[in-house]
């Protein structure tokens, strides 16, 4: 096992922990990672930038929230999270979308964000997109999701993680070249569930991290 990849390992893993713990002392209510609740006063999203920083601290990065981020292309952007060694070298850059964000925004925002970034002077080693995509039906889906009319929302109710993943592989081909992606694996797509995380892509490091 490469160093990379036992770099990300011990983040999920570390991460996970954390998250289980929130999960089941009620910090991060479990009926908010496949619900509405969570976001009023982006309470979820808070939260969960609570646990990644809390995660990046307890491996010994520095953490920085909501600091700037130079792109070549669309001038700066601010991402949730970024940790860095005390070198300093960027380690990880995180995007998190909760489940008020179940829709193309992982498309058009947070890949696009992504793409324009490529050749940036100061390039993570890993650059994450967390999402929030219940893995079985539900009754009630962001409201942001009316506005997208591509979307079909009774197909997207019964599984929003499946639907989305099918949206993913007709799509990902335009933000980003797959193959480059496959072999350096920097990109890295995770999703959030009431069970734990899951990388969705890339697709050959395909695995599930459960709460206890």
């Known amino acids: 096992m490469g160093k990379r990849v036992i770099e990300l390992e011990l983040f999920l893993k570390t991460l996970t922990r954390n998250l289980s713990e929130a999960v089941n002392s009620n ?12 976001n009023q006063g982006r309470m979820l999203h808070g939260r969960m930038l609570w646990m990644l920083g809390k995660t990046g601290d307890s491996l010994d990065y520095v953490v920085e929230i909501d600091s700037g981020f130079s792109r070549p292309k669309g001038g700066q952007f601010r991402p949730d999270i970024q940790l860095w060694t005390k070198e300093p070298r960027l380690k990880f ?13 992982i498309l058009w925002k947070d890949l696009q964000h992504y793409s324009d970034s490529i ?34 929302k009774e197909r997207f109710k019964r599984n929003p993680h499946s639907y989305f993943m099918n949206l993913l592989d ?18 890295f797509l995770i999703n959030l569930t009431r069970h734990g ?15 206890k």
């Not at 991060?28 to 509405?36: A, R, T, V, Y």
């Not at 079985?136 to 079909?152: F, G, M």
């Not at 007709?170 to 990109?187: M, N, P, S, T």
Request: aromatic content about 14%.
């Open 119 to 152: 050749n940036a002077d100061c390039f993570p080693e890993y650059w994450l997109i967390l999402y929030t995509f219940p893995d079985h039906p539900i009754d009630k889906t962001s409201p942001w999701l009316r506005l997208e009319n591509s979307i079909d």
């Open 27 to 38: 910090v991060i209510p479990k009926e908010w990672l496949c619900g509405q609740e969570g």
């Open 93 to 105: 850059l995180i995007e998190y979308e909760g489940t008020n964000s179940q829709d193309t925004r």
């Open 170 to 187: 007709a799509e990902i081909e335009g933000y980003i070249d797959c193959r480059v992606q496959e072999a350096e694996r920097i990109l």
């Open 197 to 211: 995380l899951e990388i969705d892509f890339p697709k050959s490091m395909n695995k599930k991290y459960l709460f």
